[in-house]
């Protein structure tokens, strides 16, 4: 496998000015980004998750170009992102959820037109990677109308097509579900999920919405202030943590003597079992009960788990 | 071309400033018949050079003026993820047609003052007079680009970038005879704007300096520029490395 995002010990630093007084300022200088390491292979689906404020963008800018490091290293690509940024721009696609890569006043039909000259894709190329997102997107209902007329679910679809136009290695995706409703967010996940299944264009996503990492992404890391608090799969955070499946039971009357490791709720009227390994023992034990209304698997809630991991106080 | 009402009317308030800014100078001559010992022919070609240049330069590159909008609202960052360098597309981002009847009219001012002021044309003049105003051009540019990259630093710069721009097409609109003191040598030779105009006519009229430069001085604007040029890509440079983003 091939590294397409290699960063260690990235830094970036803001001096902030602090109101102190009634005419003084104190500069202060705050590490938005503090020591992240990162290895990318080709054709991986990362989610990149964090709290607000939590550094997440900065990375991205970092690795896209936009911003210069303040210490640390990184290779995107085999690139070095600021001093090559203009060879890198023509190898990856970025999406930021907040931002317009459009033009404001064009129709999506001419923005398009205008990035296959900016990026020199050949016209066939291009013409082929319009089609194909036309029609997964569906944005014929909406070429021709000016950006600053698309509602946001049409935008989006939009900056998506524009980002892929140049047939990008990497795609960096910074909450590109943010403000969405349901249907246009699964319209984007499912394209995004399509993009990845080819196993040729290496995702970055940062999102707040974990429903999106986990249709999305096998791989998370989780940052906080700054640094790396989880690297790894959806499994191995639910494990650290010690999230397990429960099995939820109704009943039409209350029992009397709740069965061995059960919690009972609502009046003796629902049992709660949370179970290590497999539910099938634990099921065929309940079948037995009488008055059996009901009876519900529940998965490990990822957001119960990056809730816990975003309050835990010094995460390694 | 989408809001055509609009172009109208910026096109005749753009014709009606540039217009302004000669009368000034010919009023100045109503009053008195020489400005800083020069007389209302002579300081015209200084005005022409000025605005000739500035004009063009306000068209090429005056639209980098919006960086500071770019940079406070963080919208520079879709700039920087194209295969572009960043000033090309910044000042590609629209060409300001309404600006394009400044040009004209200075130059023209230009052409006027030429034709009257009883140059003794020689082939060295002939070409600092094509010359003159193109490396003014580049210096105005280079002006404009320094002054924008002020906002790297400052976010809000307000008008503290016209100050250069527009108050030195202001400064080198007249003879600089007429300034004094420590306002003269900063303006004039710190940054260069005597150069632009004053010299350069003081060659074409044949006249020599009244402050004792050596006549050379007058073909000595393209020199001035390319050292502008150099100082704004280098001041660019360092800037746009300053760029900090917005959160989001």
């Given at each position: ?28 200088v ?8 990162l290895?990318?292979?080709r ?19 970092m ?19 600021v ?7 023509r ?137 790396v ?36 709720e ?32 529940v ?18 | ?22 009368l ?17 022919h ?10 000739c ?12 003026e ?44 230009l ?112 020199s001035?520029?390319v ?7 280098a ?14």
């Open positions: 496998m091939t590294v397409v995002i290699e960063a260690r010990g990235l830094r970036k630093e803001f001096t902030v000015k602090v109101k102190a007084g009634r005419l003084r300022r104190e500069r202060r705050v590490a938005a980004v503090d020591g992240v390491d290895r990318v292979e054709g991986e689906m990362l989610g990149y998750i964090g709290p607000n404020g939590a550094g997440k963008s900065t990375t991205l800018k690795l896209t170009g936009i911003l210069v490091p303040s210490a640390g290293e990184a290779r995107v690509c085999g690139l070095v992102p001093p090559q940024r203009t060879r890198l721009a190898r990856i696609g970025v999406v930021f959820g907040q931002r317009s890569q459009l033009w404001w006043d064009l129709p999506l039909r001419d923005s398009f037109d205008l990035l296959r000259h900016i990026f020199r894709v050949p016209a066939a190329e291009h013409a082929a990677r319009l089609r194909r997102c036309r029609g997964l997107l569906d944005l014929d209902g909406f070429m021709d109308t000016p950006v600053r007329q698309l509602s946001l679910g049409q935008r989006m679809r939009g900056e998506l097509t524009a980002a892929l136009l140049h047939g990008p290695e990497v795609l960096f995706l910074d909450e590109p579900t943010i403000g969405l409703d349901v249907v246009s967010k699964q319209a984007v996940r499912s394209f995004l999920a399509d993009l990845g299944a080819g196993g040729d264009v290496t995702l970055v996503l940062t999102t707040h919405d974990l429903a999106d990492i986990e249709r999305l992404c096998r791989r998370l890391v989780v940052i906080d202030h700054g640094r608090v989880h690297d790894g799969s959806i499994e191995a955070l639910h494990a650290r943590y010690g999230s397990r499946r429960r099995v939820v039971v109704d009943l039409d009357e209350p029992v009397g003597e709740p069965p061995e490791g059960a919690v009972v609502a009046d003796g009227r629902r049992l709660v079992f949370t179970v290590d390994g497999a539910v099938a023992p634990v099921v065929a034990s309940l079948a037995g009960l009488p008055a059996l209304r009901d009876l519900t698997i998965e490990p809630d990822i957001e119960e788990v990056v809730t816990r991991l975003y309050l835990s106080p010094g995460a390694p | 071309m989408s809001y055509r009402a609009s172009f109208v009317l910026e096109l005749s308030t753009n014709v009606f400033a540039t217009v302004m800014d000669v000034t100078v010919l009023v100045l001559f109503r009053v008195s018949r020489t400005v800083g010992g020069f007389t209302l002579e300081a015209l070609l200084v005005v022409g050079l000025s605005s240049a500035f004009a063009a330069a306000d068209l090429v590159v005056g639209n980098i919006r960086i500071k909008f770019y940079v406070r609202t963080g919208m520079l960052d879709a700039v920087l993820v194209r295969p572009l360098g960043a000033l090309p597309q910044l000042l590609l981002m629209d060409l300001p047609l309404r600006k394009f009847s400044r040009c004209v009219f200075g130059t023209g001012v052409a006027v003052a030429a034709a009257t002021a009883g140059i003794d044309w020689t082939p060295a003049r002939v070409s600092l007079v094509v010359v003159a105003p193109l490396a003014g051009v580049v210096f105005f540019s280079a002006i404009f680009v320094v002054s924008a990259a002020v906002a790297f630093w400052w976010i809000d710069t307000g008008e503290l970038g016209n100050a250069f721009t527009y108050g030195g097409r202001d400064f080198t609109s007249y003879p600089i005879t007429v300034y004094s003191g420590w306002f003269r040598r900063l303006f004039a030779y710190g940054m260069g704007f005597a150069f632009v105009s004053y010299y350069p006519a003081l060659a074409l009229l044949g006249r020599p300096d009244p402050l004792g430069l050596p006549d050379w001085v007058g073909y000595a604007a393209p001035a520029a050292v502008a040029a150099a100082a704004a890509a001041v660019w440079r360092v800037g746009i490395r300053h760029y900090r983003s917005t959160g989001s």
